[in-house]
């Protein structure tokens, strides 16, 4: 009988490239692990630091109103009148359109961002812009926003102003991709520095898209007359918030 010859065993080697390969796919897996632990730890870091950010703001807010409640009350006790601090900030909707427009004030129209019907922008007060609205006003209504109503608008209407696009404003990471330079790193910080009209005023109302309203619920009265004639265009001082809350 013939006998078996033992079989070798042969050692099977993985393949030079298959072991690089897996050796840079675990090591590409560990780095992405490791920037996705590092970037969730960072935005825990800035929402906590968002959120003090908007407490502070809402204590300031806070104890504004109760200041000017304890000067009101303390005016009346004496027998005398406060009369609070001017407004720094007018807010401006355009209420009609193209029809016999003079180019004069479509361009004044274009540098106050009312490009459209029912479009509407802040604008700081001076000198130069109680010019601008007055070349204007038969085509606008003015007045000077709450600090509510402009919160309203920047988060329900807010849009940013990004390489010429309108992009809405979905996170805070746009705010502070564009304002961050200037100290302005989320939304609370935007209506704050829109609401005290402060240093970075221009750059953060440059970094707003005008703002496009909807025809007011329940329309106008009359357009071609002016707000002190029981119509709609000039100024309604505070009464601008009403008209606001219905164009929301």
Known sequence: MSQKKPQMQVEQKVPENIV??????????????????????????????????????????????????????KAKTEGGFYVPAESKLILVVRIRGIN??????????????????????????????????????????????????????????????????????TNNNIIEQSLGKVGIHSIEDLVHEIVTVGAHFKEANRFLWAFKLRGPRGGFIAK??????????????DLINDLVKRMI
């Open 20 to 73: 690089k390969k897996s050796a840079r796919d675990t090591k590409l897996r560990e780095a992405v692990a490791k920037r996705r632990t590092e970037r969730l730890a960072a935005n825990k870091t800035r929402r906590a630091q968002w959120e003090k950010t908007a407490q502070a703001y809402e204590n300031e807010y806070k104890a504004a109103d109760k200041n000017l409640v304890d000067s009101l009350r």
């Open 100 to 169: 016999t427009l003079n180019p004069q004030v479509r361009q004044t129209l274009r540098l106050l961002k009312l490009r459209q019907l029912h479009n509407a922008a802040f604008v700081r007060v001076n000198k130069a812009t109680i010019e601008m609205i007055r070349k204007v006003e038969p085509y606008v209504t003015y007045g000077y926003p709450s600090r509510a109503v402009i919160k309203n608008l920047i988060y329900k209407r807010g849009y940013a102003k990004i390489n010429g696009q309108r992009i809405p404003i």
């Open 224 to 237: 071609r007359r002016s707000f002190i004639n029981q119509g709609d265009w000039g100024n309604r001082e």
